[in-house]
């Protein structure tokens, strides 16, 4: 398996946000936290035992509990601080699932999916962790991603030395997490994403939120020479050059898909079987049918 993503970096940047402790760079994740919670809640069903997979900051799991619908909650995080006094804690990496098998009916994954190498991997390992009609509930940065940032930085960089190094991270688009899920196993998948725009006075701002949420760049393949001030400078001008609206101020584009699945059960609803309709679908939409020409 090709390796997209440094773990040892992606652990030190979420360490280093996790120290800088800056509230207004969470508002991705709060934004994903309200979202499941509203999910959450429409759901006619109670959940025993929950779990949040690497919330940071623990935003979708208050959230979940905030719905009564959740009983016991356990925090998955890769170390302690991120987890506060009295949650319920198990540390581990950020591609285990530390779960025994059916243990959980409830799990969700707020925001880290798409840094995880052996994504397949993962959901298989949700899948496995959820008892029989257990809830996945998963918000995941998608295509669309800080597109404005990928091709700026691209384009700065070509033209100043000729060449290009990876600066931002691929995105998954909802197909490919459809098929993920289908892959691992989960019944009566709804997938849907939301496109949410953020205004910032320039380039830095962003960049400076980015480190904050743990996002600096934790490509394998990304290259490990500094980039100088003037490459930024000029980055910043490619950016509002292209990017900026009549106030001056520039957009960065963040796609969210939000994602739930059930571990199969016998109660859930089944698919027809093929041919097994009792009535056209023609004479349903009371529309007049037309053989194809051959």
Do not use: C
């Not at 949410?196 to 996002?215: E, H």
């Amino acid at each position: 398996m090709d390796l997209i993503f440094d773990q040892a970096r992606i652990a030190a940047n979420r360490h280093r946000a996790l120290r800088g402790n800056d509230p207004k760079a969470a508002f991705l994740l709060d934004i994903a936290a309200d979202e499941l919670g509203e999910r959450l809640a429409v759901v006619e069903r109670s959940f025993d035992h929950g779990v949040e997979l690497h919330g940071a900051t623990g935003a979708a799991a208050r959230a979940a509990l905030a719905t009564g619908k959740v009983g016991q909650l356990t925090r998955v995080e890769s170390e302690r601080g991120f987890v506060g006094a009295g949650e319920t804690f198990i540390q581990a990496p950020l591609e285990d699932v530390p779960l025994e098998p059916q243990s959980a009916n409830l799990i969700l994954a707020p925001l880290s999916l798409h840094l995880t190498n052996d994504t397949p991997g993962v959901f298989i390992q949700i899948r496995r962790a959820l008892r029989p009609d257990g809830l996945f509930l998963a918000a995941i940065p998608g295509s669309g991603t800080l597109q404005e940032l990928r091709e700026v930085l691209l384009a700065t960089e070509i033209e100043m030395t000729g060449g290009a190094s990876p600066r931002v991270i691929p995105f998954a688009d909802v197909r490919d997490v459809g098929g993920l899920l289908q892959r691992a196993g989960f019944a009566l998948p709804v997938i849907d994403a939301e496109t949410y725009t953020v205004r910032y006075d320039s380039i830095f701002p962003l960049m400076r939120d980015l480190r904050a949420m743990g996002m600096a760049n934790p490509l394998a393949a990304r290259s490990l020479k500094p980039l100088t001030r003037a490459f930024f400078v000029r980055a910043a001008e490619i950016y509002a050059e292209r990017y900026s609206d009549p106030d001056g101020r520039i957009r960065a584009t963040f796609s969210i898909i939000y994602v739930s699945g059930w571990a199969p059960h016998e109660s859930q609803q089944k698919p027809l079987r093929p041919g097994s309709a009792k009535v056209r679908l023609a004479d349903a939409l009371r529309v007049e049918e037309h053989k194809l020409k051959q």
